[in-house]
Every structure is written in structure tokens, then in C-alpha cells.
């Protein structure tokens, strides 16, 4: 059991440039989210999706564009890198039932 | 809303001694609460979680952590300091447990260091 995976684990762009980061989980669970983690800033909702085909914006939605076209899979899109997208970004999922949310390992992205 | 402190920063402790990490919370509602942990490079990890039944949350690695609604607390101890809980903590609320999105809210971390 893979739980949570991520990809790709580091990326370094251009400002302008586009990326699409990838989140897969094999727990069947419903829900899954998009989070960015600055230092000393604890973890930030970047967008989150209650179901396959469903999105919704979260605490900094802005420069980002998800997409759940399968219910395994949350991709993360930025049209046009900038320097302030530069951090670490983590995938979770949950079920519906339980509170609790399952980290992937993350990506760290640097934009120059 | 919801919100979370972290009281400290920065925790610095002796191999063998106890551990405090300190986490004060407020939500309009009744809370769920976690502690995460996430070492050097890594994903998070869940370490324990409060959801309205006892008060005394025993988690894994001998971390345990009491739910205080009168002082809007739910800190996080160890008896005994390991090396290799040297990590970062995060303190995490949840308003809403089940049947929505139940977003989290995060604390800024506390970095536990622990020394020979």
C-alpha cells in the first residue's frame, strides 16, 4: 500500500514557465487537498476536491488550477510560475468519515 | 473560524528527559484536534488525534496529548526524550469531523531539538 504518492519530488522553473504537480492515493478516499508550506507559516489550503469531477478553492487559491479527473488522482497546475510559488507543496486525502488527513511527501518547487 | 497557536518555536530538550510542546486552539465549535510530525524532508505524519471522546489521547512513539477545553489546550508530551523524535510538530484543528470538507488549520510548528 503506497498510501499518498507524489510527483515529481523537486522542480526547479523560470518565472513564466508551466508545471502540472501530480497526487495519487490507493485508499479509495473521497477527499483530497492541496497544501503549500512556507517556513514558519505551518501548512496553507491551496484548493481541495469532495469527489471525483469537484473542486474548490481554499486559504490561497490564487496562480493555481486543480483538476480531479479520476477520483485516485489531484493534479496541481501553474500557468505561469512566479517567484512568491516557490516552497514545498503536499497532497492529502481523507474519507468523508474521519477528520484525519494522509500527507504525501511532498514537492519542493523553486522558481527563479 | 478556527485558529492555532503554537507557543513555542523552538523546543530543546536532553535525551532521556521530558518533553512539552505546547498548543492552545480556538474553534466556534467542537474541535478536532491533531498532532503531526514531520521529520527532516519528509511527508507529515499523524501522531495522535482528539475527537470528543477521551480526554487523554495516547499516540504512537509514547506521545501523548489531554484535551483541556476549560484552558483551550491540547499540548503534547513525551516521559522520555529520543533522538529521533528530533522533528517538527504541528498542532492542527479541525472544526467539522465528518460529512464536509473539514479543513485544517495549522499551527507554525514547534522544532524539537533533542541533545546528548
Known amino acids: 500500500n503506497a498510501g499518498v504518492t507524489q510527483t515529481p519530488k523537486f522542480r526547479v522553473l523560470k518565472t513564466g514557465q508551466s508545471m502540472t504537480l501530480l497526487c495519487a492515493q490507493d485508499?479509495?478516499?473521497?477527499?483530497m487537498y492541496w497544501y503549500r508550506q512556507d517556513p514558519g507559516m505551518g501548512l496553507r489550503l491551496i484548493h481541495y476536491?469532495?469527489?471525483?469531477?469537484?473542486?474548490a478553492k481554499g486559504e490561497v487559491p490564487d496562480g493555481y488550477n486543480v483538476s480531479r479527473l479520476k477520483k485516485q488522482n489531484f493534479l496541481l497546475g501553474l500557468e505561469s510560475a512566479a517567484p512568491s510559488q516557490t516552497s514545498v507543496y503536499f497532497c492529502?486525502?481523507?474519507?468523508?468519515?474521519?477528520?484525519?488527513?494522509?500527507f504525501g511527501p511532498g514537492t519542493r518547487l523553486t522558481v527563479t | 473560524a478556527q485558529s492555532v497557536t503554537q507557543l513555542d518555536s523552538h523546543v530543546s530538550v536532553s535525551e532521556g528527559t521530558p518533553v512539552l510542546l505546547r498548543c492552545n486552539y480556538s474553534s466556534s465549535y467542537s474541535p478536532s484536534l491533531f498532532w503531526y510530525v514531520q521529520h527532516p524532508n519528509k511527508g507529515l505524519q499523524l501522531l495522535l488525534k482528539y475527537t470528543s471522546a477521551a480526554t487523554l489521547v495516547k499516540g504512537i512513539n509514547g506521545f501523548e496529548a489531554e484535551f483541556k477545553k476549560s484552558e483551550t489546550s491540547f499540548h503534547l508530551t513525551k516521559p522520555s526524550a529520543h533522538m529521533s523524535d528530533a522533528a517538527e510538530y504541528f498542532c492542527?484543528?479541525?472544526?467539522?469531523?465528518?460529512?464536509?470538507?473539514?479543513?485544517?488549520?495549522f499551527g507554525t510548528g514547534t522544532r524539537l531539538q533533542v541533545t546528548l
Open positions: 476536491s469532495v469527489g471525483e469531477g469537484t473542486t
Open positions: 485508499m479509495n478516499h473521497e477527499y
Open positions: 492542527v484543528v479541525s472544526d467539522i469531523m465528518t460529512g464536509t470538507a473539514s479543513k485544517l488549520t
Open positions: 492529502a486525502s481523507r474519507e468523508p468519515a474521519t477528520p484525519e488527513q494522509y
